[in-house]
């Protein structure tokens, strides 16, 4: 017996000893990942790499954790674009940077007024006699715009330039919903307001057509300007007009192509723009390889350079994504998560306060909770200014009308002010399996609104009602902001979406500008000669930093590639379709209450991942095996 006990003494020993190694080799894990590199401040003479293994947003998400660490893959990659702007500007000015070098492998997209924003930063770089130079598998619209800023561009000879446009179809459900004998019970206010078309018809009605038509036609008429002024030579007009023979023209090679077109400068693989780059700012001595080049990376280059904070500071909130109750973001724009933000930063006695505004709008409470704590600013007697991104219509249109001057880009898409509900009921579809809906009320009211039994007349007069009295509140913020009748509100108003540059026209833009002017107009309503702007929400999660960092994403590690040739952009560009038709029917079968969202606003950049996907294929299935 005394021998067992020493045999079972040593095994718990060795078991104790085992869970204190694992415990030690993780905290030194942990260590390693917010240790490793780059280390902060490192700056090497030599490139600015920009190496954008993702999309160009607003405001980047935060991942969930659990979600992170359950993945088999890391997340797609998010950048702000102040941040790319202001890194651009930096390395105009610092001698340690011989050259800017865009690594758009990776790249899924931007919106128009990024681009625009990113590309002026990108003059400014070439106007210090520093290159840029850039280098993609295959270029569409926004990584071509970022391209046509650059010294040289570069492209894989397996590779080249699609250029498609601004629009495309969008999916109508009133033919499936008819079929499964689902009623959408729609309740709007506006001619153009067709975020509730693809639940009653089967195609767009004129009113939105003609709407749509003239947006698309000005934003593709901006996207065309910006690349002819800075590539001259690129022949838009073949390539836009004639792409069939364009391709063909060049044995359907779609490089050679591009190449042709002058659209691209230099065919060649990674290693050879690396080696190219080399030439111009020297080889990477920490790291000499086959197209290696000396280098700093995005984040290591704006650790290195942190913001100064002179004089008095002005207040930025920023509101991006769809607007929706509850705390959620960012990326997301949480009416109750950015009210409270306003409300805690009421201590810091901003001078001012500059609304940042990129959305396509959302749930009307959402959006009204966010502008009545925007109204609180207002009462303190500060100037309140809004900057418009690439969005700022419906929902994003209500937050700005405290607003005493509203500053936006000619590619801003914005107005859209009108109001929608929808309301599904099943009784059709039940009825078809002999299911019926009976039993005893006491008031008209009573079990309503029923979604099996079907919506009364009551029900639907009075969500009409409400529908109108909201749009009417709309437009009568609206008026109260830009100094307009009602009636004229009306007139530019019934949910119908303009360009900025249109919208300036109308009077619901004041100037044009990006987020700079809108900061120097504060700066000049309070007064002041000195002062620096403060990010609401804007600290860095360090957890989300660190499971980024042991999940592989940094600028020098990227997650596995995913094909970026001809047929895999027109397959991700599929794919985002159908992760938008599972959005659409998300939409319909959600509890969301009376909104104020665009449908015509396109997202920017990456196809986002649908949340509950797979409980909305679960949904779909089941409605499909009702018939």
Request: proline letters at 5%.
């Amino acid at each position: 017996m005394a021998f067992a006990r020493k045999v079972w003494k040593l095994l718990v020993a060795i078991k104790d000893g085992l869970a204190l190694l694992f415990l030690i080799l993780f905290f030194l894990a942990i260590y390693a990942a917010l240790t490793s590199r780059p280390n902060i401040g490192q700056v090497q003479n030599g490139a600015l790499l920009l190496k954008l293994d993702g999309a160009i947003v607003e405001e980047p998400s935060i991942s969930d954790p659990i979600e992170q660490l359950v993945s088999r893959r890391a997340p797609t990659g998010e950048y702000r674009a102040r941040d790319v702007v202001r890194a651009l500007r930096l390395a105009a000015k610092d001698d340690r940077i011989k050259a800017v070098v865009f690594d758009l492998s990776r790249f899924t997209g931007a919106g128009f007024v990024h681009l625009h924003d990113i590309g002026q930063a990108m003059d400014e770089v070439r106007a210090a006699k520093k290159p840029i130079l850039t280098y993609a598998t295959l270029y569409a619209d926004d990584g071509m715009l970022i391209a046509a800023h650059s010294s040289e561009v570069w492209v894989n000879p397996l590779g080249g330039a699609l250029v498609l446009g601004p629009g495309g179809n969008q999916l109508f459900y009133g033919g499936l919903l008819e079929r499964l004998k689902i009623t959408a019970h729609v309740f709007r206010v506006g001619t153009y307001k067709s975020a509730v078309e693809p639940y009653i018809r089967n195609d767009m009605s004129p009113e939105s057509r003609d709407a749509a038509q003239a947006l698309y036609g000005a934003l593709w008429e901006n996207w065309k300007a910006d690349v002819a002024k800075a590539r001259p030579k690129a022949n838009l007009a073949l390539v836009g007009s004639d792409p069939v023979g364009w391709v063909r023209a060049s044995g359907g090679d779609v490089a050679k192509a591009a190449l042709a077109a002058g659209l691209v400068d230099k065919l060649g693989n990674e290693v050879e723009f690396g080696q190219r780059v080399a030439q111009v700012v020297g080889q990477n001595k920490l790291d000499p390889g086959p197209g290696h080049f000396a280098h700093t990376t995005l984040k290591t280059w704006l650790a290195a350079n942190k913001p100064q904070r002179p004089g008095k500071a002005i207040g930025v909130v920023t509101i991006a994504g769809e607007i929706v109750d509850g705390d959620a973001g960012p990326g997301t724009a949480g009416g109750e998560r950015i009210a409270k933000l306003l409300d805690e930063a009421q201590q810091k006695d901003f001078a001012a306060l500059v609304v940042r505004v990129d959305s396509p709008g959302g749930t009307i409470t959402g959006a009204e909770q966010i502008r009545a704590a925007i109204d609180r600013y207002k009462a303190k007697k500060i100037p309140i200014v809004v900057s418009m991104a690439n969005l700022a219509a419906s929902g994003g249109y209500w937050v700005s009308t405290p607003a005493q001057r509203i500053f936006a880009e000619p590619g801003t898409i914005t107005g859209s002010i009108g109001v929608f509900a929808v309301i599904p009921s099943f009784e059709r579809a039940l009825s078809e399996w002999g299911v019926s809906a009976d039993g005893v009320k006491t008031t008209p009211l009573s079990g309503q609104p029923d979604p099996i039994g079907g919506l009364s007349a009551d029900v639907s007069a009075m969500l009409q009602a409400n529908v109108e009295s909201n749009y009417g509140r709309f437009i009568g913020l609206v008026g109260a902001a830009r100094r307009k009748t009602p009636e004229q509100v009306d007139a530019i108003g019934q949910g119908r979406v303009w360009d900025g540059g249109t919208a300036r026209q109308n009077g619901l833009v004041d100037e044009f500008g990006g987020l700079d002017e809108a900061l120097a107009y504060a700066a000049k309503s309070a007064k002041l000669t000195e002062w620096h702007a403060v990010y609401l929400g804007d600290t860095p999660d360090q957890w989300a930093s660190l499971l980024q960092r042991l999940g592989g994403q940094d600028d020098d590690s990227a997650p596995p590639a995913e094909a970026r040739d001809f047929a895999a952009v027109l397959a991700q560009r599929q794919l985002g379709l159908v992760g938008h038709a599972l959005a659409g029917a998300e939409r319909l079968v959600g509890t969301r209450g009376v909104q104020a969202y665009c449908l015509e606003c396109p997202a920017p950049g990456a196809r986002q991942p649908v949340k509950g996907d797979l409980t909305l294929l679960a949904r779909a299935a089941q409605m499909l095996e009702l018939k």
